[in-house]
């Protein structure tokens, strides 16, 4: 089991910027993938990037390539998303996931491990 629990959100104006953190705990040395995903009111839960726990391979949405980066900070169990240049379309809100298959990180059926979201709002 692994526990995962987000922070870092808020309300920004559009060009700012967000950093959210996702600490997970638990077995979470046997997550073989971690991934940001993010939920708009009325929309489907899309992955925003994912990053391969073993080597820190990356995977970006086409809507924040430049924009937003993921990273890892495996000897401290932490997860980051980086979100600069922030856009109204950015509002959602923000899930950490993890799955033990490298490979299964890329759509919502399958994660097993979740956090319980974290709010990001961009004004204009």
């Known amino acids: 089991q692994v526990q995962l629990v987000e922070s870092g959100g808020g309300s920004v104006q559009a060009g700012g910027s967000l950093r959210l953190s996702c600490a997970a705990s638990?077995?979470?040395?046997?997550?073989?993938?971690m991934a940001w995903f993010r939920q708009a009111p009325g929309k489907e839960r899309e992955r925003v990037a994912r990053?391969?726990?073993?080597?820190?391979?990356?995977s970006y949405h086409d809507s924040v390539k430049g924009r937003f980066t993921i990273s890892q900070d495996n000897a401290k169990n932490m997860l980051y998303l980086q979100m600069n240049s922030l856009k109204p379309d950015d509002t959602a809100m923000y899930y950490c996931?993890?799955?033990?298959?490298?490979?299964?990180?890329?759509?919502?059926?399958?994660?097993?491990?979740w956090g319980q979201g974290t709010q990001v709002t961009v004004s204009s």
């Open positions: 990053i391969y726990t073993r080597d820190g391979g990356t």
């Open positions: 638990g077995d979470s040395a046997s997550t073989g993938c």
């Open positions: 996931a993890a799955n033990n298959n490298p490979y299964a990180c890329a759509l919502v059926v399958g994660i097993p491990y």
